[in-house]
């Protein structure tokens, strides 16, 4: 069969118990279409690693609508009829369905019919653009109980979305997911054409969904919006204040929090721009002491700021081993992060902070950060940093600091 590695389920051959459902989330142009066409034939012709068992002979093809069954998943460019070798099956409009000269049959749904699943049963299902399934419950629902012939199997394919099934699947632990980028199927790619959308999508929500096949969400508690966020990213002006803020880890282990290293400055009209983000776990002290210093150098900065709860003053200490003459501003959290954050998201909301580029692991914090204190479950290190920057910058009272440029 043809396709790379990851589209083509190798795992089934080297799993005593392998998962009956195939979960493919990719980026657009990754492949999803032909990993689809090439698992139907697999099954048909029970070649393996797609069967287990000779030859599945029921199937069904579910798509958004009809239309997008037929016009992608059995005649699109990489659909089933399309890259067939040997004999093609034919396909049967009247009744909605292919047919293979061996008697297999792959039938034709919409999700904006699911009652049209009722009846029908199948030893096999392919699921594209799962994500963007109309009645999408009630859809997978019925295929769950048509799926009751010999050893039932399902392939999934979709661009990713924040919805809840989909989202549950991709924890669930009899689910395999296999994520694709659009640039690993580059090769087959118009030219230029994954230059030009990474120039205008990289690293937005947009592009990392729709590029690079991640499911990117926002809480619904979380303090910031991306949206928000992407919409007001511009490059920095003159600034007046350059700040690095560092919230150190307790411990310099692999799965120890990160280190937050985050530099912001103040523009001229009062408002805050987010330079950098060299946040990092698994830093040695000296490692995340050197790390900030020469953030410092680099953007010609006025001092770091360092939360001192965890190290005292250990802090201080190592970034004047690395470098004496670096002016340190320590700082000590008196209120839990929530509180500390809560002003800092309204200067956002208010339009006084922006970034001045994208800063996808950031920006990913920020947005799964909770009142719990946590973001993904973890210490949000990053968001640590940036708000000990920003209240450095906008939310202490001190004397008008001299114009610095960016140097």
Same mark, same amino acid.
């Given at each position: ?11 089934? %051959? ?23 066409? *090439?698992?139907?034939? !697999? #099954? ?6 797609? @069967? ?10 579910? !798509?958004?609508?009809?239309? /997008? ?17 040997? @004999? ?24 904006? $019919?699911?009652?049209? #699943? ?30 009751? +012939? ?22 669930? *632990? ?22 030009? &959308? ?12 729709? +590029? /690079? !096949? ?31 803020? &560092? ?8 799965? %120890? ?6 530099? =912001? ?18 830093? %040695?002290?000296?490692?995340? =002491? ?14 770091? &700021?360092? *939360?001192?709860?965890?190290?005292? $003053? ?18 000590? =959290? ?16 208010? !339009? ?10 950031? *920006? ?38 001299? &114009?610095?440029?960016?140097?």
């Amino acid at each position: 069969m043809r396709g790379r590695p990851e589209q083509i389920p190798i795992w089934r %051959s080297l799993l005593a118990d392998p998962p009956e459902t195939w979960l493919v989330v990719g980026g657009r142009g990754a492949g999803k279409t032909l990993l689809g066409a *090439e698992w139907v034939a !697999g #099954l048909v012709r029970g070649f393996p690693p797609y @069967s287990r068992r000779p030859k599945y002979r029921n199937i069904a093809l579910v !798509g958004e609508t009809l239309a /997008d069954v037929r016009e992608v998943m059995i005649d699109g460019p990489s659909g089933i009829r399309t890259v067939a070798r040997g @004999s093609r099956p034919r396909f049967e409009a009247t009744r909605r369905r292919l047919v293979w000269d061996n008697g297999a049959v792959a039938q034709a749904f919409s999700s904006e $019919d699911p009652d049209s #699943l009722r009846g029908p049963q199948f030893d096999a299902a392919w699921c594209d653009e799962f994500a963007k399934w109309k009645n999408l419950q009630a859809t997978w629902d019925m295929l769950q109980f048509g799926l009751r +012939l010999g050893e039932p199997l399902q392939l999934i394919t979709t661009t990713p979305r924040p919805v809840k099934l989909l989202k549950q699947l991709m924890a669930h *632990e009899r689910v395999h997911v296999t994520q694709m980028r659009t640039a690993d199927n580059a090769q087959n790619l118009a030219a230029g054409f994954l230059a030009a &959308v990474k120039e205008r999508y990289g690293e937005t929500r947009l592009g990392r969904q729709e +590029l /690079d !096949g991640e499911l990117v969400e926002d809480r619904d508690d979380a303090l910031w919006n991306r949206a928000k966020i992407e919409a007001e990213t511009a490059p920095a002006g003159e600034l007046r204040r350059i700040v690095v803020a &560092v919230d150190p880890p307790a411990s310099a282990t692999k799965r %120890s929090d990160a280190c937050g290293i985050v530099a =912001a400055g103040l523009e001229a009209d009062g408002r805050a721009v987010v330079l950098a983000d060299l946040s990092a776990a698994g830093l %040695s002290p000296l490692e995340w =002491a050197g790390r900030a210093v020469a953030l410092y150098h680099r953007l010609g900065a006025d001092c770091i &700021v360092a *939360e001192t709860n965890q190290g005292g $003053d250990m802090v201080g200490t190592v970034i004047t081993q690395v470098d004496p003459a670096v002016p340190v501003r320590p700082v000590r =959290a008196s209120r839990g992060k929530w509180l500390r954050a809560e002003p800092v998201a309204a200067l956002y909301q208010q !339009g006084k902070v922006r970034h001045a580029e994208r800063f996808a692991a950031l *920006e990913d914090e920020m947005c799964d950060f909770g009142p719990d204190g946590l973001a993904n479950g973890r210490s949000p290190d990053r968001v640590d940093a940036l708000v000990w920057a920003v209240t450095e910058l906008m939310l202490r009272q001190r004397s008008e600091p001299r &114009v610095r440029g960016m140097g």
